[in-house]
């Protein structure tokens, strides 16, 4: 059996060698780049591993394996029109590199590619598959769709950020796990439970991305407080919104955008009142529950623990990383 | 047997029907504004109509014939960015209406709409229906990029500009009647000669829209001599360039942007250029040969006459519109 260095570096090499056409270059081009471009490749390793508590065959999951990771990379191509980003895992966005308009197009070239490695999973298994992809990725859209309308709405909810996660993070990394499962040939309330393993590591693995950047390491080389000084709403700005007082909420509310204040000072007092409400004891808690939740259902599964150990142990190395 | 005027409305109410999620509101409602928005409905057509040839189960066609409308116009809506189209059937289109990440964004989620129809083909014809409608979408990106390029590229060959509408429009009115052919049970021999008719007729339909810019009624409604205003590399324009004195390529070259020219004057410039060396009859030429070429495929099919005879009498009043 592989390990999960040695998976990750099949991923890899698969990725590297599938086939995109060459012309035109200006379509194709960026999407070479974009999946060059690293990354944990953590939606598709979902994929392998679930697949591989149920059957040796991992080899017919990789096709599969590429094809969420490729959906992702797509999403990031159109979320960095959308956000103005022009920058992505320390390099040059697409959308930064070629224009919108590669973007755009490249990005579709993308999701139809995506799509064009789903349907080499072996025939029985197809329908079952392409419907879980569909869903999965539509409900990715939504999410999206939220995360942008609450950029322009006043209130958020924790409930309405839990549910904006979920679609936006939770659900790939989902679907992912249940398409490897199904071409693992797992039982359908296997499928569940692995659905539910991924929902709960999503929203653990997203909490934490909002922790981290306020409270992670400064070592790791990623500055802290970019969500504070964009006037993100993240777990911890809505957490503290529904605890603080009036005066805390308008510091909340106002001090990024403060002419006066450096964005130091902007870090330091959006952070001062998250400490008055212990805003970081808070969402540690959070992702805790979340990933415990994670690992019961993973416990849960009708596979013998030494086959469900490599899923184990990739989740508990991917929440590792704060420690 | 359903006549074309009662498949065409079979159609629109299917279209009409069909079940998009209400929410996140600002996702779903320029996809349901962009499908309500009209057209021939074309590419479900011949989906219907090609399907029909061979059985009697077209039922079991609408869901694929949905899917490559509803691809169509998730084209248009990201068509509409790039050209910075605001107007498309004589409304706003989304881009205008809603902006550039409403467009993007519904845009993605229609596509994904469509595999979600595609999925619901009967299952022993998916595999191979989900790969050609995969060929298909890829290559009407590629056609897009290709036309986008020409733009900026100063010499664009007739074999070239044949090359890129036949991706760009042909291929998907291909893709459509060959999948109407798969779920009617049609052998591989017949799907490609049904192919090769869409092909035709695409190529006779885009050429035919060319010529109707310069030399259309223009009782129609629609101004005529848009594409010469914006100095587009059309078929006629193209002609013209290979054909024309040197000094008559100059005309064809800036005459259009020309500040000391009123639109009019533009138009008569670039059409007296056209006129000299009879483009519109050279076009007129390729239309006619590419759509006898088409309806050649036709009557090479292994079908009774009166079985194909709907598919013929929809290309012919296709064709028959600039009479």
Chains 1, 2 share one sequence.
């Not at 990771?69 to 999403?75: A, I, M, S």
């Not at 419907?131 to 006043?154: H, I, S």
């Amino acid at each position: 059996m592989q390990t999960n260095e040695e998976l990750f570096l099949t991923i890899e090499n698969y990725l590297a060698q599938t086939d995109f056409p060459g012309e035109p270059e200006l379509l194709y081009a960026p999407i070479c780049y974009s999946l060059a471009g690293g990354g944990k490749r953590l939606r598709p390793m979902l994929v392998m591993l679930a697949c591989g508590i149920y059957s040796e065959e991992t080899q017919q999951a990789l096709t599969a394996a590429a094809a969420v990771e490729v959906f992702h990379n797509f999403t990031l191509l159109h979320d960095d029109i959308m956000d103005n980003a022009d920058t992505r895992r320390g390099k040059p966005s697409v959308y930064a590199k070629w224009g919108q308009n590669a973007a755009i197009l490249s990005g579709d070239a993308m999701m139809i590619c995506a799509y064009r490695l789903l349907a080499e999973v072996p025939e029985q298994f197809l329908p079952k598959v392409l419907k879980t992809f569909n869903e999965m990725a539509l409900e990715v859209c939504e999410g999206q769709q939220y995360d942008m309308d609450f950029e322009t709405q006043q209130k958020v909810s924790v409930v309405e950020y839990m549910h904006m996660i979920e679609l936006k993070t939770s659900v790939l990394l989902a679907g992912s796990a249940v398409i490897g499962a199904i071409l693992g040939g797992a039982p359908e309330e296997e499928q569940r439970k692995l659905r539910r393993f991924a929902i709960e590591l999503g929203l653990a693995f997203q909490l934490q991305d909002d922790l981290l950047d306020s409270y992670g390491d400064e070592r790791l080389g990623k500055p802290l407080g970019g969500d504070i000084l964009e006037g993100k709403k993240t777990y911890l700005m809505i957490t503290a919104m529904s605890h603080a007082s009036e005066e805390d909420r308008d510091v909340l509310r106002y001090a990024y955008k403060d002419p006066h204040l450096s964005d130091e000072e902007k870090i330091s007092a959006v952070k001062a009142v998250y400490d008055r409400y212990d805003v970081r004891g808070l969402t540690e808690q959070q992702i805790s529950l979340r990933f415990e939740r994670a690992l019961a259902q993973l416990q849960s599964l009708d596979a013998a623990p030494e086959r469900v150990k490599p899923l184990h142990d990739f989740a508990v190395s991917l929440m590792g990383r704060m420690k």
